[in-house]
């Protein structure tokens, strides 16, 4: 799925597309991976509750500032980004129990920008254990 990102940074909740990617799908159980190929994004699974976003978010600011001195800061100015990203990982994976996936209550999977805005791609690979 692309998905057009609107911030240098932010969180963007695709918990519905990916369970109609799942269901669209077929599997009944089995797993499903949740990916991106981007080096400044990432995917991660928690809670979707404004405070906790931005908890998040001034977390990863504090553990890798813009700009602080970064090497990679000389070749295009956004090792920050990849720092960033490189904290959160780039994939999720979820099993799929009945035909949709096993998340828990408060959990929704999030497509993460650090050097947006963009128009990113996000790949679900569902497979089947039967
Ligand atoms: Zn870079």
């Known amino acids: 799925m692309q998905i057009q990102t609107g911030k240098r940074i932010e969180l963007i909740d695709i918990t519905d597309r990916v369970r109609k990617y799942v269901t669209d799908s077929g599997v009944v159980d089995g797993i499903c991976v949740i990916s991106t190929k981007h080096t400044t994004a990432s995917i991660i699974v928690n809670e979707n509750e404004s405070g906790l976003v931005s908890d998040i978010l001034k977390l990863l600011e504090k553990l890798a500032p813009a700009h602080a001195g970064y090497a990679h800061d000389r070749i295009d100015n ?12 780039n994939s999720e994976a979820i099993p799929v129990i009945s035909g949709k996936p096993m998340l828990g209550t408060w959990q929704s999977i999030f497509l993460v920008e650090f050097d947006g805005p963009r128009t990113r791609e996000v790949n679900v690979t569902v497979i089947s254990s039967n």
């Open 78 to 89: 956004n090792a920050d980004s990849h720092l960033k990203a490189v904290l959160l990982g």
